[in-house]
């Protein structure tokens, strides 16, 4: 898990932006009235806590999400995905570039950084569609809560409730009243 996470600022005008929010943090979401118990609390919804998430509701265990920024983390968002985009488009206008290597006369190479970002974040709202809250919730059953920035103040009682249950107990607190903590 990353030390701090890095400031995320959607583009509204974006198509793919668009998309990519209504898939790790969709901001209609509405969060599950907690369990009074889960077999497992996962804490993070970055690559780890999606694949712990799926793997144990799959072995028919029930659990629990919190993500308190983007579903899929920082490799969706921030690391693996969009950097190999990039690496991808540097690479082409490299073999342009050196095509002469290849017994191919050389093209001029002209990158169009603005094409090139766009086509990154095609590309990753795509590929959040397998890490979205929907499909955690309809897929595989796993209660996702999202938190979102507007709203009210954290619940102290619920993050203590989700600490605890890093250990043995798994108890949530009752519900209703803490679902403020993490929805609007
Ligand atoms: C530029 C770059 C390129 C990379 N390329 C690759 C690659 O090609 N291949 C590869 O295997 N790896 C790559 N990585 C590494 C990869 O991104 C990380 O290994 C991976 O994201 C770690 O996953 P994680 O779930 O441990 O943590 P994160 O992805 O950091 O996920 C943690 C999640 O927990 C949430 N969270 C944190 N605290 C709380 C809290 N208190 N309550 C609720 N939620 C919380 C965060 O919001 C976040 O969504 C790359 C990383 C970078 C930066």
Redesign the pocket.
Known sequence: ??AT?PVFQFEPGDQYDRTLAANVHPFDWVNPVPKRRYNLVV?????????TAAGAAGLGASVAL???????????????????ALIRAARAAADMRDAAVYGIEPADVQVDFGRVMERMRRLRAELSAKDSARRFRDEFGVDVFI?HRRGRRPDPTFSQG?HRNRCSGCRTPDSGSRRGWLSD
């Open positions: 898990m990353a996470a804490v993070g919804g970055g690559t780890a806590g999606l694949v919190v993500e308190k920024n983007l579903m899929g983390g920082d490799c969706l968002n921030f690391g693996c995905v969009p950097s190999k938190r989700v």
